[in-house]
Structure formats: structure tokens, C-alpha cells
């Protein structure tokens, strides 16, 4: 039977428990500034973010979807 890189034994797995329980990483009480913007914000935003179009299509009538199609169709296609 061969074993894959990945497969630990038991003492292997028993040893990163304990390494872990004796020095626990520590928790960063304030998150560093990436441009100017805190990591949390950004994640809370793009998570908003991916629903929003959902949700707008959903209140949308078929009549401004399709006029909304038209105007992107013609924007990209350069026919104003």
C-alpha cells in the first residue's frame, strides 16, 4: 500500500495539535491598512456587491430589463 504525500500518521497529526495548543498564533487586534482601506470593509463590500445585481434584476420589470439590454447593446456596439 503506498501513501500519499499528503497522509499523515497519527503521531504526525497528534504533534501539530499539541504544537498548536502550546503557541497559538496571535490574533491581530487591529487589521493592517491595504491603500488606505480596512481588509474587513473590503470583504463586507464585495459581499453586498454580489448580491446587488441579483436583487435589482429581481425588482426589475421585463420592460426596463429590456430597455436597460438596449441601451448596454448599443454602448457596446458604439450605436447611440
Request: aromatic share 6%; net charge positive.
Given at each position: 500500500m503506498t501513501r500519499k504525500k499528503k497522509d499523515h500518521d497519527f503521531a504526525v497529526n497528534a504533534f501539530r495539535v499539541v504544537q498548536e495548543a502550546i503557541d497559538p498564533k496571535p490574533l491581530d487586534p487591529e487589521p493592517e491598512?491595504?491603500?488606505g482601506k480596512n481588509?474587513?470593509?473590503v470583504i463586507l463590500g464585495r459581499r453586498g456587491?454580489?448580491?446587488g445585481g441579483k436583487a435589482?434584476?429581481?425588482k426589475l420589470t421585463p420592460e426596463?430589463?429590456?430597455e436597460i439590454a438596449k441601451k448596454a447593446a448599443a454602448k457596446r456596439w458604439g450605436k447611440e
Open positions: 491598512l491595504i491603500d481588509p474587513y470593509a456587491g454580489l448580491k435589482r434584476a429581481e426596463q430589463r429590456k
